[in-house]
Nanobody, 124 residues
Framework: EVQLVESGGGLVQAGGSLRLSCAAS????????LGWFRQAPGKEREGVSC????????EYADSVKGRFTISVNNAKNTVYLQMNSLKPEDTAVYYC?????????????????WGQGTQVTVSS
């Protein structure tokens, strides 16, 4: 059974930083696609960033480019989202998602598996 467990959310002032972690277990395929999504109150869920097992396959939403960095530690089966220069509009519940396999580009992630979400609140 695949499980994703997020951690690292919290309350931070504008301009601050947080690092989210998503520990994955239960995958049997060396190919993978991972992504971070977020959902703010009253808004639809949006993709933030994604990464796959293929070299240089990384994408960012325009709203976070230059501020957020996604990375994977394969030895720890963990994907990270380093968030710098946080803004109040980054406030949301952040979710980790995963597909077992490569979709032809990480932006095609389907979200076969989801974590429970972690709250990020940025105060002004």
């Amino acid at each position: 059974e695949v499980q994703l467990v997020e951690s690292g959310g919290g309350l931070v002032q504008a301009g601050g930083s947080l690092r989210l972690s998503c520990a994955a277990s239960g995958f049997t395929n060396d190919d993978f696609t991972l992504g971070w999504f977020r959902q703010a109150p009253g808004k639809e869920r949006e993709g933030v960033s994604c990464i796959s097992s293929r070299d240089d396959d990384i994408e960012y939403a325009d709203s976070v480019k230059g501020r957020f960095t996604i990375s994977v530690n394969n030895a720890k089966n963990t994907v990270y989202l380093q968030m710098n220069s946080l803004k109040p509009e980054d406030t949301a519940v952040y979710y980790c998602a995963a597909d077992s396999g490569y979709r032809g580009g990480c932006s095609y992630i389907r979200g076969d598996y989801w974590g429970q979400g972690t709250q990020v609140t940025v105060s002004s």
